[in-house]
C-alpha cells in the first residue's frame, strides 16, 4: 500500500476534509482579486497624473508630474504584483506559495477592514495541519 494520498482525476490531493482543498482555491482567487484594484489603481494614478502634467504644457510640469506619477504608480504596482503571483500559485499548488502568502497575510492584518480579515483567513487557513499537508505533499511530488 501506498503513503501517498490519493488523488482526484485533476491531481490534486484528496483529503479527509475535502473543505480545506477549498480553501485554497477560495484563498488564492481572494489574493488576486484583493490585488487586482491595486494594478488598475497604478494605472489610473499614471494616467492621471502625469496626463495632467502634459496637459499644462509647462515642461517642468510635465517633468514633476511624470515623476511623482511614476514613482506613486510603481508603488502601487510593486505591492500589487507580490499577492497576485501569490494567489496563482497557491491555485497551483506550489509549495512556496504557501510562506509567501502567509507573509503577505500578516502584512494584511494592519490594512483595517477588509485586509485585517483576509490576512486572519490567511493565517488561519496555512497554519493549520491541513493546509501544511496540502503543500507538502506537492513539495515532494515536483
Known sequence: MSN???KTSKGAVKMNNPSMEKHV???GTLYIAYNIPLILAAMIVFTAVVGGGAISGDPEAIAITGLVGTV???FLFLMAIPGIIGGAALLK???????????LGCMNLLAIPIGTALGIYTIWFLVSDEA???FSYHKNNQ
Not at 499548488?93 to 507573509?103: C, E, G, K, S, T
Open 4 to 6: 501517498q494520498p490519493p
Open 25 to 27: 482555491i477560495i484563498l
Open 72 to 74: 506613486i504608480s510603481g
Open 93 to 103: 499548488r506550489l509549495p512556496w506559495a504557501r510562506i509567501l502568502v502567509l507573509i
Open 132 to 134: 501544511q499537508e496540502i
